[in-house]
């Protein structure tokens, strides 16, 4: 049976798509602490079911009875990622789950083995607010505008199974005929014809994809594809591929902060550039190295607490590789009230660059090649990339724009700047090499991304620790 016909599911899912996507609006700061208190206490007790949970807490010795409100969370001990890959299939749900209406979904593996889990059609459901609420925010209505998604659909991937268990059931009563979903995987020539014959108000798709997209619109693609807004999420997004995708496309693009584990939308900008947390969905926090909670504004490791669902529950996951800052309630022009990523997401610890000196990087601070090509006012580097090959040698390489070749600024002026910015950045121990390159491969399944490094995890932490650097602040 479709789960929209029935009247238990059909009623209270309407309900979500008008009352949820207001919340971070409408509830007074009292209502929404009441409101984190009982989602934490109900989604504890429903972990507590979970053997992997129940044996975690009973080691700690804690119980469901010690989980309050909201600020308790701390008395849990953390989920990681070995925890959940190791406890898979039988250990992440509930000792009773009927396996038949769960649905195993699963992270890229782009920072290791891939991590699976469960989610259901309930899930599903319960996070549709926080995408409502992203079109809501830019005037947008989820009947009457056009929707183009262009993500991975791989088997497993969260858009595939959002498709399967969830859109397509939709499409049997409500009209969604103005959604579109493209694997962003299929040629981009093809994908841009789609577009263009869509002509979606909204565009959702990764930074590689856009960059790749713009290209072609500058090249005189997509004639007939003209966005009001695009949204970026997946990776990193730098203020040049951003400046330059929306130039291409002359209209603004924000980011939003999803995860497989997250199932829905942990964060997103609005139109005033702030990111707010969706906080009455996820309690979010930040620790350092030594898994201790770092100081609000402070940069910190993402620990994230899903505060709805059912399938594997998500409590104090520190699974995610994401550097973030946090600042606490706040008030936006915009008509939120919301704890908010200060600088959005800083990109991946695993793509960090390390300095001998013991400085750290986040790709978002190291990505200084935005500001020098911002500067140098020019779209001539198609796309970008820094390879951090050993501690002290570090390459970026350009794919340069040939029909823009001979416009000034000079290649070779550009691949100067770059080099003296950098050199000034990371001092002389490090070898800073541009080139220039025909095309900067990207794997089959997965867009490139703008930050590599070759050097281990254990090398930073080594590092790190040896500099007595307790905070990952720069
Ligand atoms: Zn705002």
Redesign the pocket.
């Known amino acids: 049976m479709n789960p929209f016909l029935n009247p238990i599911i059909g009623v209270p899912f309407i309900k979500k798509l008008i009352f949820d996507a207001e919340r971070l609006k409408k509830m007074t700061p009292e209502r929404m602490k009441k409101h984190k208190d009982n989602a934490i206490k109900r989604i504890v007790k429903y972990a507590y079911t979970v053997p992997l949970y129940h044996e975690k807490y009973k080691e700690a010795g804690v119980h469901p009875s010690d989980i309050n409100r909201i600020e308790d969370v701390t008395k849990l001990p953390f989920i990681t990622k070995q925890d959940i890959v190791k406890h898979f299939p039988n250990k992440i749900v509930p000792k009773n789950y009927n396996f038949n209406k769960g649905y195993v979904v699963s992270t890229s593996g782009s920072t290791g083995k891939p991590v699976y889990m469960y989610t259901d059609f309930q899930t599903m459901a319960d996070s549709i607010g926080t995408s409502i609420r992203v079109f809501r ?1 830019f005037n947008l209505h989820w009947r009457t505008s056009k929707f183009a998604y262009v993500m991975n659909y791989h088997p497993n991937a969260p858009p595939d199974a959002i498709e399967k268990v969830f859109t397509n059931k939709a499409r049997s009563i409500l009209p969604l005929k103005n959604h579109l979903s493209i694997p962003a995987f299929n040629p981009i020539l093809n994908i841009m014809k789609k577009l263009d014959s869509f002509n979606p108000d909204l565009i959702v798709s990764l930074p590689a994809t856009f960059q790749h997209l713009a290209f072609l619109k500058r090249k005189g693609f997509g004639q007939n594809l003209n966005p009001k807004i695009l949204i970026s999420g997946g990776y990193y997004l730098d203020k040049y591929t951003q400046s330059y995708v929306e130039n291409s496309f002359g209209c603004k693009m924000f980011n939003i902060y999803a995860s497989c584990e997250a199932n829905a939308d942990i964060a997103f900008e ?5 990111w ?1 947390i969706n906080q009455d969905y996820f309690h979010v926090e930040t620790i350092d190295h030594n898994k201790d909670i770092v100081d609000s504004g402070q940069r910190g490791h993402i620990v994230i607490t899903r505060l709805f669902g059912k399938g594997t529950p998500i409590i104090r996951y520190t699974g995610m590789d994401d550097w973030v800052r946090i600042s606490p309630d706040n008030k ?5 009230c ?1 704890p ?1 990523l200060i600088t959005g997401v800083e990109g991946r610890i695993s793509s960090s660059i390390i300095l001998p000196d013991g400085r750290l990087f986040t790709p978002g601070t190291f990505s200084i090649i935005s500001i020098v090509l911002s500067q140098l006012k020019t779209y001539k580097v198609k796309q970008f990339q820094i390879i951090q090959k050993s501690i002290d040698d570090i390459d970026i390489l350009l794919e340069i724009d040939d029909e823009l070749r001979d416009i000034d600024p000079s290649v070779k002026l550009i691949i100067d700047r770059i080099k003296e910015a950098y050199e000034k950045m990371v001092g002389p121990q490090v070898q800073i090499n541009v080139k220039e390159v025909d095309e900067i491969k990207s794997n089959s399944e997965k867009p490139s991304p703008i930050v590599i490094s070759h050097v281990s995890l254990e090398k930073i932490k080594t590092i790190i620790t040896s500099q007595k650097s307790s905070s990952y602040d720069y």
């Open positions: 925010t609005c139109k005033e550039r702030t707010h936006c022009k915009c008509g939120i919301s908010k």
